[in-house]
């Protein structure tokens, strides 16, 4: 989805991966991150949203919860905080000591971990969509003596959602809702949000708005409408340069960049876009089975329209077809059309969600300047892996 891409915005990083990995110093299903790419992009994004008054939060699940990179983001870029789609991010990533701002959204704290959250990790706010759970939020707040903000979120019969992340209150029960939330001690509604805002257009080629953000800007009508001063009118999903201005032109307070840090926004696979790509995945030829090649995995996604890599061999990059036939099985292996050296490296660039894989997390400095060198090594969820696990080389 993106070589092409990675091709032209970042050939150094490509040098740099294949350099490191003849050195035995990156093993295959690694992704691999230039991370002063990845911080210029951050950096001008938050110089445009500084420019448009948006607050953003960074969201780290799309390059593994990487602790390192999370940690940059607020001391250099100057971010509002970090986002964590569950609680074993805001775990993971508070025991960091990093500044955890929205937990939530996608997945809401277990009954049992609200009071650690509340007490210990204290977010800027929780995302809540039901009553027992703001109930259950006021119960740990009280009891820890602290108030503590919550987001609504509401949808319409219109709205789009995501399989598996049908959340909500209805609309309709807006009134209803806020009445009880307003009646539970040490609680307040600091905000409306809502999922996903915006989306990529494939026939318009651009990042518009969705029906949910038609949602948000109601509810947050209707909440001021009740005399509720929302804080945070948080618009996540696509949130890059491209998008900022239109959160700006209706009402938005806050983002939540993701997939925009490392470049792997859906219109860089169109057109060239201010956030450059800074991430692709490292394999290396596995086995051979007919007529193919076979290659390590473990990093596949599957919305992540995979469909070339680049194989390294003979002192060239040739690109290649690579499939994954089969989405119910398990990506032990990518297949590689043709035969191709036992042990040839294999670079590939296409969404992906790090966190949901196996994939080693690689950072690197100095790509430009043709002196790369690794900063970490992690899981894909964020844990540092020693040196010494690496390799032998």
Same mark, same amino acid.
Do not use: W
């Given at each position: 989805?993106?070589?092409?891409?990675?091709?032209?915005?970042?050939?150094?990083?490509?040098?740099?991966?294949?350099?490191?990995?003849?050195?035995?110093?990156? %093993?295959?299903?690694?992704?691999?991150?230039?991370?002063?790419?990845?911080?210029?992009?951050?950096?001008?994004?938050?110089?445009?949203?500084?420019?448009?008054?948006?607050?953003?939060?960074?969201?780290?699940k799309q390059?593994?919860?990487?602790?390192?990179?999370a940690k940059?983001?607020?001391?250099?870029?100057?971010?509002?905080?970090?986002?964590?789609?569950?609680?074993?991010?805001?775990?993971?990533?508070?025991?960091?000591?990093?500044?955890?701002?929205?937990?939530?959204?996608?997945?809401?704290?277990?009954?049992?971990?609200?009071?650690?959250?509340?007490?210990?990790?204290?977010?800027?706010?929780?995302?809540?969509?039901?009553? +027992?759970?703001?109930?259950?939020?006021?119960?740990?707040?009280?009891?820890?003596?602290?108030?503590?903000?919550?987001?609504?979120?509401?949808?319409?019969?219109?709205?789009?959602?995501?399989?598996?992340?049908?959340?909500?209150?209805?609309?309709?029960?807006?009134?209803?809702?806020?009445? +009880?939330?307003?009646?539970?001690?040490?609680?307040?509604?600091?905000?409306?949000?809502?999922?996903?805002?915006?989306?990529?257009?494939?026939?318009?080629?651009?990042?518009?708005?969705?029906?949910?953000?038609?949602?948000?800007?109601?509810?947050?009508?209707?909440?001021?409408? %009740?005399?509720?001063?929302?804080?945070?009118?948080?618009?996540?999903?696509?949130?890059?340069?491209?998008?900022?201005?239109?959160?700006?032109?209706?009402?938005?307070?806050?983002?939540?960049?993701?997939?925009?840090?490392?470049?792997?926004?859906?219109?860089?696979?169109?057109?060239?876009?201010? +956030?450059?790509?800074?991430?692709?995945?490292?394999? +290396?030829?596995?086995?051979?089975?007919?007529?193919?090649?076979?290659?390590?995995?473990?990093?596949?996604?599957?919305?992540?329209?995979?469909?070339?890599?680049?194989?390294?061999?003979?002192?060239?990059n040739e690109?290649?077809?690579?499939?994954?036939?089969?989405?119910?099985?398990?990506?032990?292996?990518?297949?590689?059309?043709?035969?191709?050296?036992?042990?040839?490296?294999?670079?590939?660039?296409?969404?992906?969600?790090?966190?949901?894989?196996?994939?080693?997390?690689?950072?690197?400095?100095?790509?430009?300047?043709?002196?790369?060198?690794?900063?970490?090594?992690?899981?894909?969820?964020?844990?540092?892996?020693?040196?010494?696990?690496?390799?032998?080389?």
């Amino acid at each position: 989805m993106f070589l092409h891409a990675l091709e032209k915005q970042n050939p150094d990083l490509i040098t740099a991966a294949l350099r490191l990995f003849k050195q035995g110093q990156i %093993l295959p299903d690694s992704t691999v991150i230039d991370v002063d790419q990845f911080l210029a992009n951050a950096q001008q994004m938050r110089r445009v949203a500084n420019e448009l008054g948006i607050k953003l939060y960074a969201m780290t699940k799309q390059f593994g919860r990487n602790p390192k990179l999370a940690k940059l983001l607020i001391e250099q870029c100057d971010f509002d905080g970090i986002v964590c789609v569950d609680f074993k991010e805001a775990r993971t990533l508070a025991a960091q000591g990093l500044p955890i701002a929205n937990v939530g959204h996608l997945v809401q704290p277990p009954s049992h971990f609200v009071p650690t959250l509340v007490a210990a990790i204290k977010p800027q706010v929780i995302t809540v969509y039901s009553l +027992e759970k703001a109930r259950q939020i006021s119960e740990a707040a009280y009891n820890a003596k602290v108030t503590q903000g919550l987001l609504l979120k509401f949808y319409h019969s219109r709205d789009q959602l995501y399989v598996n992340q049908e959340s909500g209150f209805a609309i309709e029960d807006l009134k209803q809702v806020v009445a +009880e939330i307003q009646a539970m001690p040490n609680v307040y509604i600091a905000g409306v949000t809502h999922f996903p805002c915006f989306l990529f257009n494939q026939t318009s080629q651009k990042t518009e708005p969705t029906p949910n953000l038609t949602t948000l800007l109601e509810a947050k009508l209707a909440l001021q409408a %009740l005399g509720v001063n929302c804080e945070q009118v948080n618009a996540p999903s696509a949130t890059c340069i491209e998008t900022l201005p239109l959160l700006a032109k209706y009402g938005c307070t806050h983002g939540e960049p993701g997939h925009a840090l490392t470049g792997t926004i859906p219109g860089n696979a169109v057109s060239p876009q201010a +956030e450059k790509i800074a991430m692709l995945y490292l394999s +290396e030829i596995s086995h051979h089975y007919g007529a193919d090649s076979y290659c390590f995995a473990g990093g596949y996604y599957r919305r992540g329209a995979l469909e070339h890599g680049l194989v390294h061999y003979r002192g060239q990059n040739e690109r290649v077809r690579v499939y994954n036939d089969d989405h119910d099985s398990i990506d032990y292996h990518l297949r590689v059309a043709g035969h191709y050296p036992i042990g040839s490296p294999v670079i590939m660039a296409y969404r992906t969600q790090v966190f949901v894989t196996r994939s080693d997390v690689v950072l690197l400095r100095g790509v430009a300047q043709g002196q790369p060198k690794i900063i970490g090594r992690f899981d894909a969820l964020g844990n540092r892996i020693d040196q010494t696990e690496v390799c032998d080389g």
